[in-house]
């Protein structure tokens, strides 16, 4: 964030009481059955915020920010970061990919959670979460994060798929179909499919140390799933919080957009999610989070793998390197008589929490033409 930027005691009193206020206020009509489409203009956009690694509000302190940001500096600037980002995008959805509270700070998750999540629900937008590793560090297990998460406001989240809840691993496996534009003859079919997917926190394997992975059975169900469909297969978008190992691939100059500045915090061991991505097909991109400092996209094998570049200020970041979030657009082919066809294109770019929300790094990640991916201008 900017100098000029920093939140005054002023500012932290009206971001205090619209919490206050959204605390109390009646709860709106639950999203749950809501069908996503596309809007009238051919696009859906998404948003995703990475790591907010939000605390207890405007008594937690930031991490890595410049000095003179320091003494006015606390959750509250997520807070309002989201607040500022959502207005400009205006999105059809927002993502968040884990790491929404940091457990080990929080006194109360209920709490910390209604927090962090406070922005998206006052915006009454449809929004979904997945789970890090550092979610159930508090006073919830996972299972319990999930099963009050879902209970939110105009949240589209799930605990597990009804189909697989007998034998799927982890909390937060579920899928989200966009349908076509409205009154359109595919108004009914999916021609957006998103994923979303927990990755674990800590192995559970005794030879096996560091960070979980995404098992069998959850690819097992992705590869099962079968969203009703367009004619031909709809391009699919994946969301989770741990990178896999071909996320090492890519340093800055290799990557197709963004920087790497710190290793990828993945599992020890290979789980083979990314083979069946590719085997799979339809997944044209996936976006994690967890290592903060990276935001890079890159290629391999025809899925594009992406950061979404870490969100809050009470995780760790890099003094004067602007917390960021990533917005994706999915734009549909337009048919001659004016109304529209299936997804032509599949666009990214990142929004800096500095004095103008700046866009950087836009790009193509899909295109249904032979041309494929590359760098756009907006």
């Known amino acids: 964030m900017a100098d000029n930027k920093r939140t005054s005691m002023f500012d932290v009193f009206l971001l205090s009481m619209f919490l206050v206020c959204l605390c ?8 749950q059955g809501r069908k996503l489409s596309f809007g009238v203009n051919g696009q859906f956009k998404i948003l995703q ?61 209920v709490k910390s959670m209604d927090a962090a999540f406070a922005p998206a629900i006052a915006s009454k937008i449809p929004w979904v979460a997945v789970l890090g590793n550092h979610d159930q560090e508090s006073t919830l297990t996972r299972q319990e994060l999930m099963n009050y998460i879902v209970k939110l406001p105009n949240t589209l989240s799930q605990v597990n798929p009804p189909e697989a809840a007998h034998y799927i691993d982890g909390f937060g496996n579920y ?31 005794q030879s096996l140390k560091g960070y979980d992975w995404i098992k069998t059975s959850q690819q097992f169900w992705e590869y099962s799933e079968e969203p009703n469909p367009q004619q031909g297969t709809a391009p699919g978008l994946a969301y989770f919080h741990i990178p896999f190992p071909e996320f090492d691939n890519f340093d800055t100059k290799s990557a197709t957009t963004g920087v790497r500045q710190e290793g990828t915090g993945s599992a020890t061991t290979n789980s083979g999610f990314f083979t069946t991505l590719v085997a799979r097909g339809d997944v044209k991109s996936v ?61 990214t770019w990142k929004r800096l929490d500095d004095e103008h929300l700046s866009v950087i790094d836009a790009q193509v990640l899909w295109n249904s033409s032979p041309s494929g991916s590359g760098v756009c201008r907006l």
Not at 24 to 31: D, E, G
Not at 288 to 316: P, S
Not at 318 to 328: D, L, M, Q
Request: proline letters at 2%; a negative charge.
């Open 24 to 31: 109390l206020a009646p709860v709106p009509t639950s999203a």
């Open 287 to 347: 976006f994690v989070g967890h290592d903060h400092v990276n935001d890079f996209c890159g290629e391999l094998k025809g899925v594009n793998l992406c950061y979404g570049g870490g969100f809050g200020y009470h995780a760790y970041g890099k003094a004067g390197w602007e917390r960021r979030a990533r917005v994706v657009v999915a734009d549909l082919n337009k048919k001659g008589t004016g109304s529209w066809g299936d997804v032509k294109s599949i666009r």
């Open 175 to 205: 899928n989200l179909e966009i349908h076509g534009v409205a009154e359109s003859s595919l108004q009914n079919k999916s021609l957006l499919n998103l994923y979303f997917l927990d990755s674990g926190d800590y192995s559970s394997v």
């Open 49 to 109: 915020m990475a790591d907010m690694h939000y605390a207890n509000g405007a008594s937690t302190g930031c991490l890595d920010v410049l000095s003179s940001q320091k003494a006015h500096c606390s959750d509250l600037n997520t807070t309002a970061f989201m607040s500022r980002v959502i207005a400009a995008e205006k999105p059809d959805l927002i993502v968040f990919t884990g790491d929404n509270i940091y457990g080990s700070d929080v006194k109360d998750a």
